[in-house]
């Protein structure tokens, strides 16, 4: 990116009270934190990207209908498992994603009717998963979780795909002074940043207009790339044309 413009948080922080032109006495770092932080969440929840992907391996326990969600995890891509219980090489079984209740009756129909065994007994490959609810979401055991159906009945390997929140730019501890949004997307996260800056200083609302609608086109020019040429390649899906109209002769 070398010759190219970008930010980091000195660079945002500068150019945030620049374009409003208030100084670090109304807008504090604490301030300027919360507005970075707040046009990042924005633009991340309103555009999944390549930078929030992240894979996590485990091994499933033996006779254990659950398995704990990746720490930070906003949503779960897909499940993969594989008949092993030593590696992830080789293509595994992608699980079928269900409702909780969908696992329900899938294990009671599997236990008969007479009542004497339970979903834990019910054991095999696993097949399903469903999702359940978390706590605060910073750990791998406070992030909710998934049931699997068949109870797993070995310690299969397993990936997890999901996205989440990466860490963002600020001065605290557990912040960047780069990310990928201020390297690749910096007018997008400046023009969010100045719709969180005007409306924090409540005006003037013709500029908090005019950089909600720069951001608005912005996102959608970037949605292009990280939804569009991001996801394809020219062998798989063709070279991109774009129809161009000619006068008639």
């Not at 934190?33 to 990042?40: K, R």
């Amino acid at each position: 990116m070398s010759g190219v413009k970008k930010y980091d948080y000195s660079t945002l922080t500068t150019a945030i009270r620049d374009y409003t032109e208030v100084d670090s006495s109304v807008l504090t770092t604490t301030v300027v934190d919360g507005i970075i932080m707040a046009a990042e969440f924005r633009i991340y929840q309103e555009l999944p990207m390549d930078s929030q992907r992240f894979v996590q391996e485990g091994a499933l326990s033996t006779d254990n209908n659950t398995i704990n969600s990746p720490a930070g995890a906003l949503f779960i891509r897909g499940v993969e498992v594989f008949n092993s219980t030593a590696n992830t090489e080789g293509n595994g079984t992608w699980l079928e994603k269900k409702d909780q209740t969908y696992l329900s009756e899938y294990t009671d129909r599997l236990t008969g009717p007479e009542g004497d065994l339970t979903a834990q007994d019910v054991t095999g490959f696993p097949k399903y998963y469903a999702m359940f609810g978390g706590a605060d979401n910073t750990t791998d055991t406070s992030s909710g979780g998934m049931y699997i159906a068949p109870t797993p009945d070995a310690a299969y390997k397993f990936r997890i795909y999901y996205n989440k929140m990466p860490n963002g730019l600020g001065s605290g501890t557990g912040f960047n002074n780069n990310t990928y949004l201020s390297t690749y997307f910096p007018q997008g996260l400046l023009y969010a940043c100045l719709v969180e800056a005007f409306g924090y200083l409540k005006g003037p609302m013709d500029m908090l207009t005019y950089y909600e609608n720069r951001y608005k086109n912005a996102v959608q020019q970037f949605a292009g790339m990280q939804l569009g040429r991001r996801r394809r390649d020219d062998y798989t899906d063709g070279t991109v044309r774009i129809p161009v109209k000619s006068p008639s002769p």
